[in-house]
């Protein structure tokens, strides 16, 4: 098994410009979520999926769009870069998707972006 | 709002000693609390984890201890090697009715442990 796989690994982007970074999984988890690692801010979550055609907004989701078409695919779509957006990004899945209480199982996360916008 | 926080920002331990890692949550509902760990130029994984209910967790040279009163935890890692620098995260989670857990992460700590 792959696990999580992200593409691309690096990313040169001009202020305004538009690209989708991709991210699949081949576990069959139902969550799946995309975070963004800045220094000294740890991992903060941008938005994330319970299950296809089911997204939701997480802490820092501005500039951002997603969407859930499949169990396994889970691109997250810059809509016009800025500089802000400089980061590395991961991509994360785990089993379980709509539940309540209970502790999480493992969240495995993907090789990460680093994407910079200049 | 910073709901877990996380010291220190670096951490230097010679081969052998004792790394700890401290982190510090306000919000009473978590229930989970796990630890990442990332090396370089990859994503993090999972290291250990304890639930409120125990206050030790131990996996090897690894372990967590769990203070709920004072709601902090923290990451020892005994015998420290080369091989453990990185960098290390704490989170927690909570439960919340209709909505799916997430991930509340520390601000991470980098770990080098000199040979």
């Known amino acids: 098994n792959a696990g999580v796989t992200q593409t691309p690994k690096f990313q040169v982007l001009k ?11 081949d576990m069959n988890h139902e969550y ?5 690692q800045d220094p000294g801010m740890g991992l903060r979550l941008i938005h994330y999926s319970v299950g296809a055609g089911i997204t939701d907004q997480g802490e820092v989701p501005n500039g951002y769009n997603v969407s859930r078409s499949t169990t396994e695919d ?34 495995f996360f993907g090789q990460g972006t680093r994407l910079t916008v200049v | ?30 229930d989970y609390f796990p630890w990442y760990q990332q090396f370089p130029g990859k994503g993090p994984a999972l290291l250990i984890a304890i639930r409120p209910d125990v ?9 967590i201890s769990f203070n709920k009163s004072a709601k902090q935890f923290s990451l020892h890692i005994m015998d ?8 290390y ?11 799916a857990r997430q991930l509340t992460f520390g601000s991470g700590t980098q770990l080098t442990v000199l040979p």
């Open chain 1, 15 to 25: 202020t305004g410009q538009s690209m989708t970074l991709q991210c699949a999984q």
């Open chain 1, 32 to 36: 799946m979520s995309w975070y963004r």
């Open chain 1, 74 to 107: 889970f691109p997250l779509r810059l809509l016009s870069a800025a500089p802000s957006q400089t980061s590395v990004y991961f991509c994360a899945s785990r089993r379980g998707g709509f539940r309540t209480g209970g502790p999480n199982t493992e969240a």
């Open chain 2, 1 to 30: 709002q910073q709901q877990v926080k996380q010291s220190p920002q670096s951490l230097i331990v010679q081969k052998g000693g004792i790394s700890i890692i401290n982190c510090a949550y306000e919000n009473t509902a978590f």
């Open chain 2, 55 to 63: 206050s030790e967790k131990k996996e090897g040279r690894f372990t």
């Open chain 2, 80 to 87: 420290s090697q080369p091989g453990d620098s990185a960098t």
């Open chain 2, 89 to 99: 995260f704490c989170a927690a989670s909570k439960g919340s009715s209709g909505s």
